[in-house]
């Protein structure tokens, strides 16, 4: 895997997440059209953000189950997706301005044509603890993410996990 990130992506724990990730059958469907596709469709409108994400972070590719403003784009490689980077906090991660992140000048998400300037993601935790994926907001300017904007971005991934573990 070609990290672009300069610092390490992969979790001391990442194949018993991995083993939790797949015994919930998540990856096993199609890209989600109920609760998850909800859940992005509240974060773009609640943030003023073009682009929300329901992600999960699999062994080599980050898989998006819902989406709101990336039509067409189910995975990206775990080397580039900031998710990878989001996983490994128990904490919303938050780049107000990406461009300057030092961890971010080599990724192409950045400093290609994509443009991101903004992103935040909750981790989607286990009840056991395993951080399986995220659920991210995106903009390509920068924009100030307040920790009330941090709380409601937790309760949205709160609600994507209790969804998944209800069954």
Known sequence: MNNTFG???????????????????ILDTYEENGTFKHIAAIASRMFNVPIALVNFVDRDYVITKAQTGMDGLNEVSRAVSLCSLAILNSDVTVFENAREEPCLLANPMVIGDFGLQFYAAAPLTTSDGY?????CIVDKVPREFTASDQKMLQSLASIVMDEIEKS
Request: aromatic share 0%; charged share 25%; proline share 8%.
């Open 7 to 25: 610092l390490p992506i992969i979790p001391d724990n990442d194949n018993e997440r991995l083993a939790k990730l797949k015994s919930l059958h």
């Open 131 to 135: 951080n399986i994926g995220a659920v």
